[in-house]
């Protein structure tokens, strides 16, 4: 099953507006949390992570906010930029229960237009 | 540093086939994991290798396989070619695997089985 549930698939912003990419999970031994952007042909590249610890992190325009309690975090870009229209990946890892180790549980990827 | 490289990056195979895709780790970096990624399934973890060893297999049938030499490098193979396995597969590397090391990926490897 999917073990990270991500919305929306796909999403239109205009230039300068707020681009915000949901995902929802379950397994709490979840303990961090990658975001991913994925350009065509490209291999995805990390955009910035968070931990459960804190319910924020900013770099640069990329925020990621985090809700523990409701088993939710989200990715917003502030003032979108047409060089943002790309594929997102939320993504999850825990500490290795014997078969989990190294691997990253993946949303199934927003795809974001940035019109300019 | 050279970013994780994946051969090749094209490829057409036809059904039946068998086919061995490269990877090549950051430099240092002793996990090597590789995930298929299609439009219907998104990113499925295949497997993991450290030192050597497989860690952890994802769910796919034993067609697929991987190992990993003792400079990281690693391979992955797949038998017995199915039209369903066309996907982009790809490599991605850290330090130790342990949650919270950067997973960086290579650009993939572009597999059609015809």
């Known amino acids: 099953q999917q073990q990270v549930k991500q919305s929306p698939q796909s999403l239109i912003v205009q230039k300068g507006g707020i681009s915000i990419i949901n995902c929802a999970y379950e397994?709490?031994?979840?303990?961090?949390f990658p975001w991913y952007q994925q350009f065509p042909g490209k291999g995805p590249a990390l955009l910035i992570a968070?931990?459960?610890?804190?319910s924020e992190k900013k770099e640069g325009r990329f925020t990621i906010s985090f809700n523990k309690s409701a088993k939710q975090f989200s990715l917003h870009i502030m003032d979108s930029q047409p060089g943002d229209s790309a594929t997102y990946f939320c993504?999850?890892?825990?500490?290795?229960?014997?078969?989990?180790?190294?691997?990253?549980?993946f949303g199934r990827g927003t795809q974001l237009t940035v019109w300019p | 540093k050279a970013g994780v490289t994946q051969t090749p990056r094209y490829l057409i195979k036809t059904r039946g086939q068998q086919v061995t895709l490269s990877c090549s780790p950051i430099s240092g970096h002793r996990s090597v994991s590789w995930y298929q990624q299609t439009p219907g399934q998104g990113l499925q973890f295949l497997f993991e290798y450290f030192s050597e060893t497989q860690r952890n297999k994802g769910n796919f049938p034993g067609r697929f396989s991987g190992r990993q030499f003792s400079n990281s490098r690693s391979e992955m193979n797949v038998s017995t070619l199915e039209l369903g396995d066309s996907a982009l597969y790809l490599c991605?590397?850290?330090?130790?695997?342990?949650?919270?090391?950067?997973?960086?990926f290579g650009e993939g490897s572009w597999l059609t089985v015809v």
């Open positions: 968070i931990r459960p610890d804190v």
């Open positions: 991605a590397s850290s330090l130790t695997g342990y949650p919270g090391n950067t997973i960086y």
């Open positions: 993504a999850a890892s825990m500490p290795d229960r014997g078969s989990t180790l190294g691997r990253l549980y």
């Open positions: 397994n709490t031994a979840f303990d961090y």
